[in-house]
């Protein structure tokens, strides 16, 4: 719990801490400790401990107020300090434009949770620029903190030998069951627009962008009345973000535009747009658009599923068109294509998921797969996005339940072996630093409190 704490502190205060003092006035402070000048607030960590448990409430977690907990905070806010320390006297920093970039993706996911910038700045009471500037600081201590931390947990490396040796502490009637688990590849093709709906989708965009630039009309009121993306309600909204976290068509569109101007009709795979640039700071943009989608049941079916057909059958017949080399050449899928069709598991970024893990369409498909090696029939699936598509998928590999060991096992064991062994000399670490660093408190330590 106590390691965990700092980046509990991470997101449960972001959005609280600002507001609560700016609502709250405090009067004169207690302090409650001392790292080097640093000086550490009593009202600081009462609101870190306020927010934390309101949080849990949140989520139906009564957790209860106790001395122990109020100092795990003061201990996590003292190994913030020490670490901001670190951070000093290794030279670490972090550039100004990286702190902006983390502190817009933020913002952006605060607005979206509100449901528009004017909704954010009425919870907030106060405009977007002003919260950026109140927590741009804070964001900066959180990103050093975290590298210090990221950079001392590189640094520890464990061996095969030392994995053994954590797995012959377990002992054998504690061993969990593994349950079965399978790898599987995948290559996708995304059906393109039969010729008649393409043409219509296009000649609506086309009429958009005519009443925006001849009839007086704003992208603001078009997006709201024909887009039919999820930012339609916003007026087409799309926040400042990086033009690398848009898609190519639509992030080269926009950057060319001034502030003011409107694109052409852009094609992208999620439709027609029609781009206004709002502003441009460096790397990002802020944008409004209308999108005009092509309807999925107007898609050309038939020849995604003779394509994959005929890639199935490329694989099947000629040794050298391996499944893999087949996806990197032909899978239109951005996030699995460059890896040869892997699908990883979501939650821990493994190869190996367990059956209970796959969504619905993938169980079915695995099942049907009676053999390592097996490939599937073409399946429609909806992609990320949202978008109709189609996919062949491979069994790369199928493991039965079965009891832990260290050769079905190993890098699962391995993963669990350095996660103790990063947390243990992790902890080690902060208390040597402790004795490099100066800390005094200025009230009773956790044991004399506990043991009053």
Do not use: C
Request: charged fraction near 25%.
């Amino acid at each position: 719990m106590r390691f965990l704490l700092p980046l509990l502190i991470i997101i449960i205060t972001l959005a609280s801490t600002t507001t609560t003092r700016a609502q709250n006035p405090q009067p004169a402070d207690q302090i409650v400790a001392l790292v080097n000048d640093k000086v550490i607030l009593k009202s600081d960590i009462d609101n870190d401990v306020a927010s934390y448990l309101q949080q849990a409430r949140s989520y139906g977690d009564n957790i209860p107020f106790t001395i122990d907990l109020w100092y795990d905070f003061l201990d996590a806010k003292i190994e913030t300090n020490l670490l901001l320390e670190k951070a000093r006297i290794d030279s670490i920093i972090i550039p100004d434009e990286q702190v902006n970039r983390q502190m817009d993706q933020r913002v952006n996911q605060l607005i979206q949770q509100a449901g528009s910038e004017q909704a954010l700045e009425q919870a907030f009471g106060k405009p977007i620029i002003q919260l950026k500037e109140e927590f741009r600081e804070n964001f900066r201590e959180q990103m050093l903190t975290e590298q210090v931390r990221q950079n001392k947990f590189y640094e520890i490396e464990i061996t095969r030998p030392e994995v053994q040796e954590f797995f012959d502490s377990i002992p054998v009637d504690s061993l969990p069951t593994i349950p079965e688990q399978v790898s599987i590849s995948q290559i996708v093709i995304i059906p393109p627009a039969k010729q008649d709906a393409r043409e219509s989708a296009y000649q609506f965009a086309q009429s958009i962008r005519d009443s925006a630039l001849n009839h007086g009309l704003t992208i603001e009121e078009l997006a709201r009345k024909h887009s039919m993306g999820p930012s339609a309600p916003r007026g087409g909204l799309l926040p400042l973000m990086d033009l690398s976290a848009l898609v190519s068509e639509y992030s080269a569109a926009a950057s060319a535009l001034q502030p003011g101007q409107i694109s052409e009709v852009v094609e992208t795979q999620f439709g027609f747009h029609v781009i206004e640039l709002i502003r441009r700071i460096g790397d990002q943009i802020e944008t409004r658009h209308v999108l005009i989608s092509i309807d999925q049941e107007e898609l050309d079916d038939e020849y995604a599923i003779g394509r994959l057909s005929e890639i199935k059958d490329s694989v099947q017949t000629y040794p050298d068109h391996t499944f893999s080399s087949m996806a990197r050449k032909h899978s239109e899928d951005p996030f699995t294509k460059v890896s040869g069709g892997k699908i990883l598991d979501p939650q821990t970024g493994e190869r190996l998921i367990p059956l209970s893990r796959l969504d619905p369409a993938l169980y079915r498909i695995v099942l049907l797969m009676d053999e390592v090696g097996a490939i599937s029939e073409p399946r429609p699936f909806n992609t990320n996005t949202g978008n109709k598509a189609y996919r062949i998928m491979r069994l790369d590999q199928q493991i039965p339940e079965h009891v832990a060991n260290m050769n079905q096992d190993y890098e699962r064991l391995r993963s669990i072996a350095l996660q103790q062994k990063q947390f243990a000399e992790y902890a080690a670490w902060i208390e040597d630093l402790k004795r490099d660093v100066y800390i005094e408190y200025r009230i009773p330590t956790r044991e004399e409190m506990l043991n009053q």
